[in-house]
Nanobody, 126 residues
Framework: QVQLVESGGGLVQAGGSLRLSCAAS????????MGWFRQAPGKEREFVAA????????YYADFVKGRFTISRVNARNTVYLQMNSLKPEDTAVYYC???????????????????WGQGTQVTVSS
């Protein structure tokens, strides 16, 4: 069982930055692919970024490339999402998720992620 708790959301002006954190319980954190998803009002949940268990491989949605950076510190059981150059359209509830796939697999959909946090609200004003 893995429990995930996000933090770091808030209100920021367009062009600003936020760093989200996701703290995980359990002893096997490094065995999980960690992902960040977001869901805006009236929209489906969408993939933002993911990172391999070692942290050596990262994946991003096209709309955040060059602006967001996902990272993890396994010794702290924590994954981060550094968000720069924020836009009003980045406003959403951001969720972290944990999943396991064989080899170098991962998913850009909610399917396969076994554990989810409660979400943290990010609001970007224009």
């Amino acid at each position: 069982q893995v429990q995930l708790v996000e933090s770091g959301g808030g209100l920021v002006q367009a062009g600003g930055s936020l760093r989200l954190s996701c703290a995980a319980s359990g002893r096997t954190f490094s065995s999980y692919i960690m992902g960040w998803f977001r869901q805006a009002p009236g929209k489906e949940r969408e993939f933002v970024a993911a990172i391999s268990g070692s942290g050596g491989v990262t994946y991003y949605a096209d709309f955040v490339k060059g602006r967001f950076t996902i990272s993890r510190v396994n010794a702290r059981n924590t994954v981060y999402l550094q968000m720069n150059s924020l836009k009003p359209e980045d406003t959403a509830v951001y969720y972290c998720a944990a999943g396991q796939w064989p080899g170098s697999g991962y998913s850009r959909t909610s399917d396969g992620y076994d554990y989810w946090g409660q979400g943290t609200q990010v609001t970007v004003s224009s």
